[in-house]
């Protein structure tokens, strides 16, 4: 890791001098002259020197406290995200011209992304599409036509911002945080690359978000709320409410799904508030199609809320795009309730672009061999909720057409200020043979991997966290064996007690001990670097002896990207 930063940034510096000194006739302008149009690409900079150079930005913990710190404050903020677009070459004026459908929620939105892009590509228009977290490579947030944009042109696109903010950050206050570049980068991708329509997923929040930036885009949406990320966006319902609505923008169509009375009440005071025209979309099974029951590439009841919002949010767009002239007024503020939105007849396209909808990740099952892994980043009480139905449906089905034994392993991991001991819970129902949890570290290999380092957290703290879960997994599931963990020396060891748990110290080691050999994409447990002590050993007869093994890994997108990279080698190339 220290080798891949030092070389960056020996070379980083002069790779972005070389930039200036190429662009020379035009960084002797004022920032406000800036044009996109005359950044040139940089030879010989390799993808992965990029990425160690964009984690020299993750300042998340602090900047995520300055956020906090400044919440009565959102021009601050925004007024320091437009002072980075400029200085990256970019004006909120060019924004504008991306035709933006602008998406925020607590769970949902990356779906209701992924069914809206997939959609207008569908009818064959050029999409954008801005998303986070990545699963495996950074450049999967930034996606032309559906797919993340290639490694050559991520590097020129990077270092051609890179280089504009490198510049000028000692006269105005240094480079921005690790999002905040990469929504800038977005931008710039998709102005340089011509496309018909950005969809943009809101990181945290709305109000305060750096995507805010945008002045008009084209329609909103709003995905199911809840409870997340209360240090920053408030503890209640009501002000998470407050925090999305903040992305509505005066005449601007917006819809939300159906959402809790409380924070309907408060969106509807925002749109008010802001002069936005803002309706409900109806239930998916309203709308009235010629082949009967849509149906949907996203498995799982909760996607059906964020499907319809999609049908709505193109629907508008195309409007908007076909028939530029029509207005739409704002909600009435003496209207009791949100109107619901026209329950339209969804065209061919459409019902195609939801059918054929991919979204890695999410309610995803790989099939390798006997194993058969179920994946859901789920990390909110309510997504975990559908979650859990999801994969006991699922794999309920999967055994039924099983001859024989079907072992069911948890692979768990949670971060942040999440409340994993509830999560826990949720899962204890779905009756699994082991509970097993590591870290959000794809291996224990040291590599120039940077797209999945994470240097805002320390190892110990991940080490602790995966203890302190696999603790609240045995309280809430006392009986079983004993504890086992394959950490030495960081942490004590646990103590035995009578709980079916193994804690292991990075993802690869964990998926190696559940396939125990029998997935042909991952190595030998026999070859792991780290030994087995014999009552793990012993352990692991169930899942060699059994006709199929169902492992549900969930708690984390990150850690579901950390499985990916060992799974789908196409996401890695």
Same mark, same amino acid.
């Given at each position: 890791m220290m080798v891949c930063l030092t070389r960056v940034w020996q070379r980083g510096s002069v790779f972005a001098?070389? =930039?200036r000194k190429q662009d020379c006739g035009?960084?002797?302008l004022p920032v406000k002259y800036f044009s996109t149009k005359t950044l040139l690409q940089i030879p010989g900079m390799e993808y992965q020197d990029a990425i160690?150079?964009?984690?020299t930005l993750q300042t998340n913990a602090s900047v995520l406290k300055q956020v906090r710190q400044e919440?009565?404050?959102?021009? =601050?903020?925004?007024?320091?995200?437009?002072?980075f677009l400029e200085r990256a070459g970019l004006t909120v004026e060019e924004l504008d011209c991306l035709n933006i459908i602008h998406v925020t929620g607590t769970k949902g939105k990356g779906s209701t992304c992924a069914f809206t892009e997939q959609i207008l590509r569908s009818y064959g228009f050029r999409t954008g599409f801005y998303s986070s977290p990545h699963l495996v490579q950074v450049r999967e947030r930034i996606r032309i036509n559906g797919q993340p944009i290639g490694k050559e042109l991520f590097t020129k696109y990077f270092w051609q911002v890179y280089a504009r903010l490198d510049e000028t950050k000692d006269a105005h206050g240094g480079m921005p945080a690790y999002f905040r570049f990469l929504t800038i980068l977005a931008f710039h991708v998709f102005l340089q690359e011509k496309v018909d329509v950005a969809v943009i997923e809101v990181g945290i929040g709305g109000a305060y978000d750096c995507t805010n930036i945008i002045r008009r885009p084209w329609v909103c949406g709003i995905s199911s709320l809840g409870i997340d990320h209360t240090q920053i966006l408030g503890d209640t319902i009501e002000k998470i409410a407050w925090q999305k609505g903040g992305i509505f923008k005066p005449g601007v169509p917006a819809f939300t799904v159906k959402q809790p009375e409380e924070a309907l009440v408060v969106l509807k005071d925002r749109a008010k508030e802001l002069k936005c025209p803002l309706w409900v979309c109806p239930e998916l099974e309203e709308y009235q199609t010629?082949?009967?029951?849509?149906?949907?590439?996203l498995a799982g009841q909760h996607q059906h809320s964020n499907a319809s919002l999609a049908l709505q949010l193109s629907h508008t767009w195309l409007q908007k795009r076909c028939l530029p002239d029509e207005i739409f007024l704002p909600t009435s503020g003496e209207t009791a309730v949100?109107?619901?939105?026209?329950c339209f007849t969804p065209s061919p396209i459409m019902v195609k672009g939801l059918a054929d909808t991919k979204w890695p990740g999410r309610t995803q099952k790989l099939r390798h061999g006997p194993i058969t892994y179920f994946m859901d980043g789920a990390h909110t009480m309510r997504s975990m909720q559908a979650c859990v139905h999801w994969f006991r449906e699922n794999s309920a089905q999967h055994e039924r057409n099983a001859s024989e034994s079907v072992a069911r392993v948890l692979l768990f991991n949670a971060t942040g200020e999440r409340d994993s001991a509830a999560m826990l819970k949720l899962l204890v129902p779905c009756q699994f043979d082991f509970a097993v949890f590591c870290p959000n570290i794809a291996d224990a290999v040291a590599s120039c991997n940077a797209d999945q380092q994470n240097f805002n957290v320390s190892v110990d703290n991940m080490l602790t966290r995966c203890l302190h879960n696999e603790r609240s997994w045995h309280l809430h599931n006392p009986t079983g064996n004993k504890v086992n963990t394959l950490i030495h020396d960081s942490l004590p060891l646990l103590p035995e007690k009578n709980t079916d748990t193994l804690v292991f110290p990075c993802v690869l080691s964990a998926l190696q001990w559940i396939s125990q050999g029998r997935d042909s994409l991952l190595p030998d447990p026999a070859g792991q670097a780290f030994p087995v002590k014999p009552s793990v050993a012993a352990k692991a007869a169930l899942l060699r002896d059994a006709t199929q093994i169902h492992v549900l890994i969930t708690g984390s997108l990150h850690l579901v990207g950390g499985v990916l990279k060992h799974l789908d080698q196409s996401l890695s190339k």
């Open positions: 001098a070389r =930039l035009v960084t002797e160690c150079t964009l984690n919440r009565g404050h959102l021009q =601050l903020q925004l007024h320091a995200m437009k002072g010629d082949c009967g029951h849509l149906h949907l590439g949100i109107p619901q939105a026209t």
